[in-house]
């Protein structure tokens, strides 16, 4: 059963920090990029940032270039999101997804195959 399972949301105040986790099962991880997307009340999903599970090349979204980072331990099949400088702008359910695709840059969500349930993050200004 493939699973993609999110941690680490919660709430914190604006300039403050969160780590996201990402922790995958039932697929191969190596032949997959790891993405993560997120969605605002009343706006549509966007992609953040994703991660090449192969040769660890990255991509970032320019609202978080800077500020994020993305970075994967392959032995433990998790991807992580450091998330530093946080705004309120940056409150979302923030999810991860799997995709096979070799393009990481833009993210379309439907080239992404398996999906998490998604974890809130909080910024309070």
């Known amino acids: 059963e493939v699973q993609l399972v999110e941690s680490g949301g919660g709430l914190v105040q604006a300039g403050g920090s969160l780590r996201l986790s990402c922790a995958a099962s039932?697929?191969?991880?190596?032949?997959?990029?790891i993405g993560w997307f997120r969605q605002a009340p009343g706006k549509e999903r966007e992609g953040v940032s994703c991660?090449?599970?192969?040769?660890?090349?990255?991509y970032y979204a320019d609202s978080v270039k800077g500020r994020f980072t993305i970075s994967s331990d392959n032995a433990k099949n998790t991807v992580y999101l450091q998330m530093n400088s946080l705004k309120p702008e940056d409150t979302a359910v923030y999810y991860c997804?799997?995709?096979?695709?070799?393009?990481?840059?833009?993210?379309?969500?439907?080239?992404?195959?398996?999906w998490g349930q998604g974890t809130q993050v909080t910024v309070s200004s």
């Open positions: 997804a799997a995709t096979r695709g070799s393009d990481l840059g833009p993210m379309l969500e439907e080239l992404y195959d398996y």
């Open positions: 039932g697929f191969t991880f190596d032949d997959y990029a």
């Open positions: 991660i090449s599970s192969s040769d660890g090349s990255t």
